[in-house]
């Protein structure tokens, strides 16, 4: 069956968070979600699971009813990219389909159906849920309560038309509770919806009650037993990391010894969080004059800086889109000119598809591990700076499934960096082949914790003519995901106050 187009934009978004009453950062703040563990802001899966359902009613006419309802959300949607509804089976009584984004599925949707000649009631209470913050932290061991099941009229028939038309209200309305539910109450603000399934039930209740579950402690899983308006069934969830801190200042006065970069004027591209945070506070307790960038992350640029200047030091930080020529011109004629660059700019990074190499995903990657870094290494070498430093991967040298795309430009920039070299006589690149370290970019639902950036820095901060390899890499080390912080979208082109 043909897969058709469809965009679930900031508009769409913001008005199912106020539908549903699901504003979890990771949904509805693009600065807070780049922290966290996508790299970016994620469409709720209860959307996705609507807007399916309404497109399916959009084609035929007459009250239906959800039978059973199951769905997958295996790998996310993204706010703002365009996605593919592909159908998969369209049978009396079955239906089922698939979200996809650049050619892989990310969610998986089916469910069983009949008519319904039964009168449809205004029973459902009609106002949105109110606004609230997210529950901090995940129930420990069992939890069980209620909440309500609003149903706002207006807006699901602005968003869902044809859905809200012939589906009962109630199914609707405890739909939209199971993402509020998950989002905001248990596991509430770190939290990742898994799997949907639900059967149909004669409750009219217009509350959804909840039992939690611990499952899998290891996998961080958490199974909630629900019973609402027309449904009743499993929700599976987990809990998501948080985000990654890196080393407080006055750590990093201890790291390092009084002024031994005090010769350098360092300019660190992507110096807000992970790992170029770390480098950040480092250079400065060293004593260098600093200046950093960030991209979509004024405030953690503001949470930086303040602690450096918590400690008498001082960094200057300033906004940077690397993709955008005209702002990357604009960095490097800055004066006086850098001695020293450390590149930590990078997309988000997550597995792609293991049996295609998409051409698509690499040039996103090469757009900031290419282009963006060999454009302004050559600029800046052109003005005297006479050092960078640009972080590589050990995926390089052995990539595992679904990180062909990453590896590669890696590999590329690698080659940029020898060939700036050369070209410039003077101008060193240090390109060390790290291992996972503990950034927002490595964090993971399940795995071993990965270990801190700060020696392996030091080491790269320290010797600067170090040449491409494993360094750092403990031998026999096992590979892991990769190490960088991600940058996602342009804020306002000024220096944090």
Same mark, same amino acid.
């Given at each position: @069956?043909?897969?058709?187009?469809?965009?679930?934009?900031?508009?769409?978004?913001?008005?199912?968070?106020?539908?549903?009453?699901?504003?979890? /950062?990771?949904?509805?703040?693009?600065?807070?979600?780049?922290?966290?563990?996508?790299?970016?802001?994620?469409?709720?899966?209860?959307?996705?699971?609507?807007?399916?359902?309404?497109?399916?009613?959009?084609?035929?006419?007459? %009250?239906?009813?959800?039978?059973?309802?199951?769905?997958?959300?295996?790998?996310?949607?993204?706010?703002?990219?365009?996605?593919?509804?592909?159908?998969?089976?369209? =049978? %009396?009584?079955?239906?089922?389909?698939?979200?996809?984004?650049?050619? +892989?599925?990310?969610?998986? *949707?089916?469910?069983?159906?009949?008519?319904?000649?039964? %009168?449809?009631?205004?029973?459902?209470?009609?106002?949105?849920?109110?606004?609230?913050?997210?529950?901090?932290?995940?129930?420990?061991?069992?939890?069980?309560?209620? *909440?309500?099941?609003?149903?706002?009229?207006?807006?699901?028939?602005?968003?869902?038309?044809?859905?809200?038309?012939?589906?009962?209200? +109630?199914?609707? =309305?405890?739909?939209?509770?199971?993402?509020?539910?998950?989002? @905001?109450?248990?596991?509430?603000?770190?939290?990742?919806?898994?799997?949907?399934?639900?059967?149909?039930?004669?409750?009219?209740?217009?509350?959804?009650?909840?039992?939690?579950?611990?499952?899998?402690?290891?996998?961080? @899983?958490?199974?909630?037993?629900?019973?609402?308006?027309?449904? $009743?069934?499993?929700?599976?969830?987990?809990?998501?990391? $948080?985000?990654?801190?890196?080393?407080?200042?006055?750590?990093?006065?201890?790291?390092?010894?009084?002024?031994?970069?005090?010769?350098?004027?360092?300019?660190?591209?992507?110096?807000?969080?992970?790992?170029?945070?770390?480098?950040?506070?480092?250079?400065?307790?060293?004593?260098?004059?600093?200046? =950093?960038?960030?991209?979509?992350?004024?405030?953690?640029?503001?949470?930086?800086?303040?602690?450096?200047?918590?400690?008498?030091?001082?960094?200057?930080?300033?906004?940077?889109?690397?993709?955008?020529?005209?702002?990357?011109?604009?960095?490097?004629?800055?004066?006086?000119?850098?001695?020293?660059?450390?590149?930590?700019?990078?997309?988000?990074?997550?597995?792609?598809?293991?049996?295609?190499?998409?051409?698509?995903?690499?040039?996103?990657?090469?757009?900031?591990?290419?282009?963006?870094?060999?454009?302004?290494?050559?600029?800046?070498?052109?003005? +005297?700076?006479?050092?960078?430093?640009?972080?590589?991967?050990?995926?390089?040298?052995?990539?595992? /499934?679904?990180?062909?795309?990453?590896?590669?430009?890696?590999?590329?920039?690698?080659?940029?960096?020898?060939?700036?070299?050369?070209?410039?006589?003077?101008?060193?690149?240090?390109?060390?082949?790290?291992?996972?370290?503990?950034?927002?970019?490595?964090?993971?639902?399940?795995?071993?914790?990965? /270990?801190?950036?700060?020696?392996?820095?030091?080491? =790269?901060?320290? $010797?600067?003519?170090?040449?491409?390899?494993?360094? +750092?890499?403990?031998?026999?080390?096992?590979?892991?995901?990769?190490?960088?912080?991600?940058?996602?979208?342009?804020?306002?082109?000024?220096?944090?106050?």
């Amino acid at each position: @069956m043909t897969a058709s187009a469809d965009l679930f934009d900031w508009e769409r978004q913001n008005a199912f968070a106020r539908l549903s009453g699901d504003a979890n /950062p990771l949904h509805v703040d693009p600065a807070a979600a780049r922290r966290l563990l996508f790299g970016r802001a994620v469409v709720h899966g209860v959307h996705g699971v609507l807007r399916a359902l309404d497109r399916w009613a959009a084609g035929g006419s007459g %009250p239906v009813r959800l039978l059973r309802l199951r769905a997958s959300f295996a790998k996310p949607l993204f706010v703002g990219e365009e996605a593919r509804w592909r159908p998969t089976e369209d =049978a %009396p009584g079955r239906s089922a389909g698939e979200w996809l984004w650049r050619d +892989g599925v990310r969610h998986t *949707i089916q469910w069983t159906w009949a008519e319904d000649p039964r %009168p449809r009631t205004a029973a459902m209470p009609s106002a949105a849920p109110p606004p609230r913050t997210p529950a901090p932290t995940p129930p420990a061991g069992a939890a069980q309560g209620e *909440i309500p099941t609003p149903l706002e009229g207006e807006g699901a028939a602005r968003l869902f038309p044809a859905a809200f038309k012939r589906f009962p209200p +109630g199914q609707l =309305a405890a739909l939209l509770a199971t993402t509020r539910l998950v989002g @905001m109450e248990c596991p509430g603000e770190h939290s990742i919806f898994s799997e949907i399934d639900l059967t149909d039930n004669d409750r009219t209740d217009p509350r959804l009650s909840y039992t939690a579950r611990a499952a899998h402690p290891a996998l961080k @899983m958490i199974l909630l037993d629900v019973h609402g308006p027309g449904l $009743s069934g499993q929700l599976k969830t987990f809990v998501r990391p $948080s985000a990654v801190d890196q080393l407080p200042y006055a750590e990093a006065i201890r790291r390092v010894r009084p002024g031994e970069f005090a010769d350098r004027r360092a300019l660190v591209v992507g110096g807000s969080r992970g790992a170029g945070e770390a480098a950040v506070k480092l250079l400065c307790a060293g004593g260098a004059e600093t200046t =950093a960038t960030y991209f979509q992350g004024e405030a953690d640029a503001r949470r930086v800086r303040a602690d450096v200047e918590s400690g008498k030091g001082r960094v200057r930080f300033r906004a940077l889109d690397v993709v955008d020529p005209a702002a990357l011109a604009s960095l490097a004629a800055e004066s006086p000119a850098p001695t020293h660059l450390y590149f930590f700019a990078t997309p988000s990074i997550a597995p792609a598809r293991r049996d295609v190499f998409s051409p698509a995903l690499f040039h996103d990657y090469a757009r900031v591990y290419v282009d963006a870094f060999a454009g302004l290494a050559q600029a800046l070498a052109a003005r +005297g700076t006479g050092f960078a430093l640009f972080p590589s991967s050990v995926f390089v040298a052995e990539t595992p /499934p679904g990180f062909a795309e990453y590896a590669a430009a890696k590999a590329a920039g690698e080659i940029a960096a020898r060939a700036l070299e050369r070209a410039r006589p003077g101008f060193r690149v240090t390109s060390p082949r790290w291992p996972r370290v503990a950034t927002d970019q490595t964090a993971a639902v399940v795995g071993a914790p990965a /270990p801190d950036p700060v020696p392996l820095l030091l080491e =790269a901060l320290r $010797s600067e003519a170090v040449r491409p390899g494993p360094i +750092g890499v403990p031998a026999g080390a096992p590979s892991a995901p990769p190490t960088d912080q991600r940058s996602t979208s342009i804020p306002p082109n000024e220096e944090p106050s």
